[in-house]
C-alpha cells in the first residue's frame, strides 16, 4: 500500500511538473531589420528546428541590421540570400557579419564549414592587422535557388543587434 502511494504521489508531482513548465511558454522573438536598400527585404520563416532569414536583394549587393527587441535568438538561424525571380545565388564573394564582440568575414561557398573570425574590443574595433581569432562553425549550402549560411546560436550569444553585408559573385 505504502509503494502504491508512494508511485501515485510521484505521479501527481510529475504532471505537475509538466503542465508548470509549458503554462507559461518563452515569448516569441521579434525582429527589427533596417536595410541598406529599399527593394531589398528579410522575411523570417520558423520550425521546430530552424529560424531562417530569407535576404532577397535585388542587386546582389547590400548590408543589414537584425535587431532582437523582446524574446531570445533561436539556437539554429540561417541566413538565406536569393533574387526576387530568374537568377539564383551561387558563391558569395564577400559576407561579414558583426555583434558587438565578434566579426566573421570571408567568402562563402557551398560547402564551407568554417569561417575567420576576429573578437572586438569595447568599441566594436579590432586592429586591422589582427590574426583570425579562431574560425566559427558555419554550414554554407545552395537551397531553393538561394545561398544559405548558418551559423551556430552561441554567435548570437549576450547581443541585441546584428549587422550583416554580402556581395553576391555574379553581381
Known amino acids: 500500500m505504502k509503494r502504491l502511494l ?6 501527481v508531482a510529475c504532471i505537475g511538473l509538466v503542465t508548470t513548465t509549458h503554462a507559461n511558454p518563452p515569448a516569441a522573438s521579434v525582429y527589427e531589420f533596417k536595410l541598406q536598400k529599399p527593394e531589398d527585404s528579410i522575411v523570417v520563416r520558423t520550425d521546430d528546428k530552424l529560424t531562417l532569414f530569407v535576404v532577397t536583394t535585388a542587386s546582389g549587393i547590400g548590408d543589414a541590421t537584425v535587431a532582437l527587441t523582446p524574446g531570445q535568438w533561436p539556437k ?3 541566413l538565406r540570400f536569393q533574387y526576387p ?8 564573394e564577400g559576407f561579414s557579419i ?4 565578434l566579426r566573421v568575414q570571408d567568402a562563402a561557398r557551398p560547402g564551407q564549414t568554417k569561417m575567420p573570425f576576429q573578437l572586438l574590443d569595447g568599441e566594436g574595433k579590432s586592429d586591422a592587422g589582427d590574426a583570425p581569432a579562431g ?8 537551397r531553393q535557388g538561394g545561398l544559405g549560411v548558418g551559423l551556430p546560436s552561441y554567435f548570437f550569444a549576450g547581443s541585441k543587434e546584428v549587422k550583416f553585408s554580402w556581395i553576391d559573385f555574379y553581381r
Open 98 to 101: 558583426t555583434t558587438p564582440r
Open 135 to 142: 574560425g566559427l562553425n558555419v554550414g554554407v549550402e545552395r
Open 85 to 92: 525571380k530568374g537568377r539564383e545565388f551561387t558563391v558569395l
Open 76 to 78: 539554429n538561424i540561417t
Open 6 to 11: 508512494f508511485v501515485l504521489t510521484m505521479l
